[in-house]
């Protein structure tokens, strides 16, 4: 049960790979919904295209079942289509910092229960083949003007290294409400409050094939590891499916975290919709 204070509770789920991910987040949001009096929920949805990239189709799949927010990551340009998508459609996010003059935002607000609510997308730099800007400098630049319009912010960082995800958070603390990190697919056991008051967890997790390699199948990976030739990689509908991710409860006078919890649902009989969204 929540306290007396003014609360809301925002739910971050990992990145969801393919169909396997996509049947998984379907099938059991509801109930994690409910069970933790959720109020507003955030996906990752940068490998739930086959493993990589998202489509208008499956945007639209997010947001029918109660997705306030996509992220996206590296990634997010895999699938063609959803170039005039994401430039159309402010609650598909691809990252901040990525250069001037790709289509899309990486920055929103929404509003929930009468509260606006910011969502911030970067992606790190360190081991990330992409040039992109600086996320420190692009974050300090987006709280001047996000700052104004509400004190309830949240950022997905999709970064590799745990120092890089750990540094910003620690930059930004106490003037964010939380700093979730995604991208490593593996979900970290060191969620948080930071002691500016800013809620953190290193890596949510994913959403997939748990017997798998980040939710994509084992062998033609392994093969490659093994003699380096260039294999295809293909999404893994091995049981059991993860959900993984955390929910944070902030004060929405402060913009301060008061809990963290992470969240992980197992399901060994998951039937998986092979229907190509």
Not at 109 to 130: A, D, H, P, Y
Request: aromatic letters at 8%; a neutral charge.
């Amino acid at each position: 049960m929540r306290g007396k204070m003014n609360t809301l509770r925002v739910l971050f789920i990992g990145d969801v790979v393919g169909d396997t991910g996509c049947s998984m987040f379907q099938k059991h949001i509801d109930k994690v919904r409910k069970t933790h009096h959720i109020d507003a929920i955030i996906v990752n949805g940068e490998n739930s295209a086959n493993g990589k990239g998202i489509t208008s189709r499956i945007a639209r799949f997010f947001k029918h079942n109660g997705v306030d927010v996509i992220t996206t990551g590296n990634h997010v340009w895999n699938k063609r289509e959803i170039f005039s998508y994401i430039a159309e459609h402010h609650d598909l996010l691809r990252p901040a910092n990525f250069p001037t003059g790709v289509p899309g935002v990486g920055v929103t607000t929404f509003t929930c229960k009468g509260q606006t609510i910011g969502i911030v997308n970067l992606q790190g730099r360190v081991f990330m083949r992409e040039l992109i800007d600086c996320p420190f400098r692009s974050i300090e630049s987006i709280l001047t003007y996000l700052k104004s319009r509400t004190n309830l912010i949240f950022i997905d960082f999709h970064a590799e290294a745990t120092s890089e995800k750990m540094a910003l958070a620690y930059f930004v603390d106490g003037k964010v409400s939380g700093v979730v990190g995604t991208h490593t697919h593996v979900q970290t056991a060191d969620e948080r409050i930071l002691p500016g008051g800013t809620g953190y967890i290193t890596d949510l997790g994913m959403t997939g094939s748990w017997n798998s390699m980040l939710g994509m199948k084992k062998e033609p990976i392994i093969k490659h590891f093994l003699d380096q030739m260039p294999v295809r990689f293909e999404v893994s509908t091995d049981m059991p499916v993860i959900m993984s991710g955390v929910w944070m409860e902030v004060d929405i006078n402060t913009g301060k975290t008061v809990k963290i919890e992470r969240v992980k649902v197992v399901d060994n009989e998951l039937h998986i919709d092979t229907g190509e969204m």
